[in-house]
């Protein structure tokens, strides 16, 4: 049963990782899309991840087997991929693009929640089913680097036919009805408002700011960095970028190691500080010589995801009351994943556009060394505010006291 989890995790992500990786360079370097366009573009997922819960807590939770609505959601998301792949105009990319996200991102929780279901305890045995995903992510981003076709629409084709593989697989999985069938709906259920009055708590409230203001920043490097890599000069920059889940990995597996001897509050820093670090790299690295800085801004996305994301789920688990957790997780999704990048892919298209120039050939390209430093001090802002005003209580309270005579 484990493997057949991993197996679908596998899948699951290797079709995220297909074409999100690159869907930025096709549109600017093939399509001639502006900034803003990329940024709306890439911002679709973020409507998706708002959008979602609701979705899947009227549908999965409600009225059907899990696996058949992940098979009914990707074979939807397989047509509109391939529908994406054969526009030209940024209106119709991005209606496909946002209609298919509307069915991918539900799927994210919709696998979570089916391996949690099959598993006996969650804790212990999910992370090793999860980091499937991942190795996923890898593997894809290998095959299109290698592939060459980052600047085409190949990738949303590969992405279809992982798709309809998933499709099938899904099918396949055991059954997996829905626990809440006769229970009547309600929009509390589905959205994690019960949930709001725990940011009264002023070390809460501090971590879900900084989590959404981090997640501005987040989607510069979502959003541009291939395209960067490519108009640098960067080879294979696809395959180049698996080295941040290469690093994810390992980083995952520190984890423990470090909160021993950080704690919360300083793990969620050292987080926030591999962005300001990461961006500094991108602005200032280049090819040849400088290609060292490529590589370690690339490799520092397992600090900048895991020490700070994963981090933060551990502090939710934490504080929140048994009975608010999913909903507390819930919301921290729909700030970071949702609101965050949704504002962060306005944002970036904004700041990528002020820096566009024309060639002396008519080909678009950009002041790097700008937009980095603006996204990396986006990031600064925010792990100064987070340093200033977040407490750990639990830290606080297990600190020896000193007195004075």
């Not at 696996?67 to 529908?83: D, T």
């Not at 829905?178 to 709001?196: M, V, Y």
């Not at 889940?245 to 984890?255: A, D, R, T, V, W």
């Not at 990528?352 to 603006?374: F, N, P, S």
Request: aromatic content about 12%; some cysteine.
């Amino acid at each position: 049963m484990k493997w057949r989890l991993r197996l679908m995790m596998l899948f699951e992500y290797a079709i995220w990782g297909a074409w999100y990786v690159t869907v930025g360079t096709w549109l600017g370097k093939t399509l001639h899309f502006s900034g803003q366009e990329i940024g709306a573009v890439a911002g679709t997922t973020a409507i998706g991840a708002m959008i979602s819960p609701l979705f899947v807590g009227l549908m999965a939770d409600r009225l059907f087997d899990t696996r058949r609505v992940l098979a009914a959601l990707h074979i939807i998301g397989a047509v509109l991929l391939v529908v994406a792949a054969q526009q030209s105009t940024f209106a119709l990319v991005y209606a496909a693009l946002l209609a298919y996200s509307l069915c991918y991102m539900p799927t994210l929780a919709l696998t979570t929640s089916l391996a949690m279901r099959h598993i006996t305890d969650p804790r212990e045995e999910f992370g090793a089913i999860r980091v499937f995903g991942t190795i996923g992510w890898i593997v894809v981003g290998l095959i299109v680097g290698a592939w060459g076709v980052e600047a085409t629409a190949s990738p949303l084709h590969l992405a279809a036919g992982l798709s309809v593989v998933m499709t099938i697989y899904c099918l396949t999985l055991p059954s997996t009805p829905p626990l809440a069938r006769n229970q009547r709906f309600e929009l509390r259920h589905a959205l994690p408002l019960e949930s709001l009055h725990l940011l009264r708590d002023r070390s809460m409230a501090v971590f879900a700011l900084a989590s959404f203001l981090i997640c501005i920043p987040l989607q510069f490097y979502y959003a541009f960095t291939n395209l960067f890599l490519n108009e640098v000069g960067v080879v294979n920059a696809a395959g180049k970028m698996t080295g941040g889940q290469m690093s994810e990995i390992l980083c995952m597996l520190l984890i423990p190691w470090f909160f021993r001897r950080l704690g919360v509050k300083y793990m969620l820093a050292v987080g926030m500080l591999a962005w300001v670090l990461r961006y500094a790299m991108f602005a200032f690295g280049g090819t040849g010589e400088l290609m060292w800085m490529l590589w370690l801004g690339i490799v520092l996305h397992g600090i900048c995801f895991d020490f700070f994301f994963v981090v933060g789920q551990i502090y939710i688990d934490r504080e929140a009351p048994p009975a608010l957790r999913a909903a507390t997780q819930g919301l921290i999704t729909f700030l970071t994943y949702g609101l965050g990048m949704f504002v962060g892919s306005w944002l970036s298209g904004v700041v990528v556009d002020t820096y566009a120039k024309t060639g002396a050939e008519g080909i678009a390209t950009h002041d790097w060394h700008a937009i980095w430093l603006i996204a990396g001090g986006c990031a600064a802002f925010v792990l100064v505010l987070f340093v200033l005003m977040f407490k750990d209580r639990r830290e606080a309270s297990a600190a020896p006291v000193t007195t004075t005579a």
